[in-house]
């Protein structure tokens, strides 16, 4: 079997696309505006999704879950995130939250926490970045010490995709603060109702406004000695290969977001018309629109590649995650102010969704790794 042939969709891949299409389009778009406008959690759409075994595919069967490979995961987001970015997060940072637990975690710790993901009963969010440690992770303060049996845990993480809506989040602490950098931190699951466990206020942003970001906040939490996820000292490491998957599918809601962009404005162009004729029909236009195509197409190939890579777990997945968030975004970001340009002053109003779709490609670009970060993981693989 060739290269070209693990990657490809198969037929039922392209059917699930047909599927969640449809979902998308139906209950999920109407209520995109509405959700940003009002900086809302998506309450229709996580019903949609949860509806149709879309809220969190990646869940093995043996679990309860969908058992969606990673390209299948990928087509998931995508074409959630062509409607609505900030539901595509939904099953986004589930399986950023979770894949701690599928990479590390033991058997018990997985029947404990994965029928519940699979089920929709409840959220995994993922707690790495703080105020003073965001690129560089391994500087980060949040401590946890061990008390018995238990581990006391201490500080704040930042920037926390769906917090305060998820039930359960996968968080690293130093666990050894003498121990050598990046291998002195261990990983936890907390619950939302630990005592000493709180929320910071929801982060007013530019973009992604139906999914809260807030900080974590721990003050002398216990949490049982059963809840870490791997060994001792390895946190950082899981934490790392969880991002080396996970960074593929924000590939794929960048995707998501500029085929969305591309398609209202190519409906737009073909009925404004100018100087007696449909604007489609200018040769500047033309060239625009070609462009954005083919910058989105190769990022869609590039994101489905490594979307088999991580099927696959090759050992150029770190690589290829990194090249596929980092050009998948940068290109969503070019298209979406191309969509806004296209539809002139319409485009930069709300009474249109390219605006909505620029600001939501923005953060794209940011997290889970900046793409100077990620420029430095391909550098760093490629120097190896």
Same mark, same amino acid.
């Given at each position: ?19 969640? *299409? ?9 209520? +995109? ?17 949860? +509806? ?161 970001? *807030? ?84 990022? *869609? ?84």
């Amino acid at each position: 079997m060739s290269e070209f042939d693990l990657y490809r969709p198969t037929e039922e891949h392209e059917a699930l696309r047909e599927a969640v *299409r449809s979902i998308a389009e139906d209950k999920i778009a109407p209520y +995109a505006a509405d959700v940003d406008e009002k900086a809302r959690f998506p309450q229709e759409a996580y019903e949609a999704l949860r +509806a149709s075994d879309l809220h969190a595919p990646h869940v093995a069967e043996e679990y309860g879950g969908a058992g969606a490979d990673a390209l299948a995961t990928c087509i998931v987001i995508e074409e959630v995130a062509r409607v609505c970015a900030s539901t595509s997060l939904i099953p986004a940072v589930n399986k950023l939250g979770s894949m701690p637990l599928i990479l590390a975690g033991s058997e018990e710790l997985k029947r404990r926490y994965l029928p519940e993901l699979a089920s929709g009963e409840a959220m995994f969010s993922y707690g790495l970045s703080e105020r003073e440690a965001g690129s560089d992770t391994a500087s980060m303060r949040t401590r946890a010490v061990r008390d018995g049996d238990d581990w006391v845990l201490n500080g704040q993480k930042s920037w926390i995709t769906n917090a305060g809506v998820s039930k359960y989040y996968t968080v690293m602490a130093v666990t050894d603060p003498d121990g050598p950098r990046g291998r002195n931190i261990s990983a936890f699951v907390v619950h939302i109702d630990d005592p000493g466990f709180s929320f910071g206020e929801p982060e007013r942003k530019l973009g992604i406004k139906g999914s809260p970001t *807030r900080e974590l906040i721990f003050d002398n939490v216990r949490i049982p000695g059963d809840r870490l996820v791997g060994k001792v000292g390895e946190g950082l490491r899981t934490a790392l290969r969880t991002l080396d998957h996970t960074r593929v599918t924000i590939g794929a809601q960048a995707v998501g977001i500029a085929q969305g962009a591309l398609d209202y404005a190519l409906g737009y162009v073909k009925e404004r018309k100018q100087f007696g004729k449909a604007i489609a029909d200018f040769q500047g236009i033309q060239f625009m629109l070609a462009d954005m195509a083919m910058k989105l197409e190769a990022a *869609r190939q590039m994101v489905y590649v490594a979307a088999a890579k991580s099927e696959r777990g090759d050992d150029d997945l770190s690589f290829y995650g990194a090249a596929a968030k980092c050009l998948a975004s940068d290109v969503a970001m070019e298209i979406t102010t191309d969509a806004v340009q296209l539809l002139g002053g319409y485009g930069y109003t709300r009474d249109y969704p390219v605006e909505r779709m620029m600001r939501d490609a923005k953060i794209t670009q940011i997290y889970e790794g900046t793409n100077q970060i990620q420029r430095l993981v391909m550098a760093r693989q490629l120097l190896k």
